[in-house]
């Protein structure tokens, strides 16, 4: 299974970036999809969650101005970034939760893509 992320890259504070994560490989179903993002000398936090019903959570320091949402038929999950502000400056990296099935025994393994710098300017 291999998770890629796209759309990362510089912007301005006040403007907007979508990323973008597309899970590929051998894939029964997929759980829980999200963003983390690791700043410099930061631990790594959760950004946004989304469930593959479509209920979400978000960081505090990020409701309002950033939304997640998923396409199930693509594996696809996306972080739309409205005002971000200099402090979202990190490396921003999905996960998704994937269920495996080998006969009739399912298994669990939550995957992570590479990361994407995004640096947003003031």
């Known amino acids: 299974v291999q998770l890629v992320e796209s759309g990362g890259g510089m912007v301005q504070a006040g403007g907007s970036l979508r990323l973008s994560c597309a899970a590929s490989?051998?894939?029964?179903?997929?759980?829980?999809m999200g963003w983390y993002r690791q700043a410099p000398g930061k631990q790594r936090e959760l950004v946004a969650r989304?469930?593959?019903?479509?209920?979400?959570n978000y960081a505090d320091s990020v409701k309002g101005r950033f939304t997640i949402s998923r396409d199930n038929d693509k594996n696809t999950v996306y972080l739309q970034m409205n005002s971000p502000k200099p402090e979202d400056t990190a490396v921003y990296y999905c996960?998704?939760?994937?269920?495996?099935?080998?006969?009739?025994?399912?298994?669990?393994?939550?995957?992570w893509g590479r990361g994407t710098q995004v640096t947003v300017s003031s």
């Open positions: 989304i469930t593959s019903g479509g209920s979400t």
């Open positions: 490989g051998s894939i029964f179903s997929i759980n829980a």
């Open positions: 996960y998704a939760t994937v269920g495996r099935k080998i006969a009739t025994v399912e298994t669990w393994t939550d995957y």
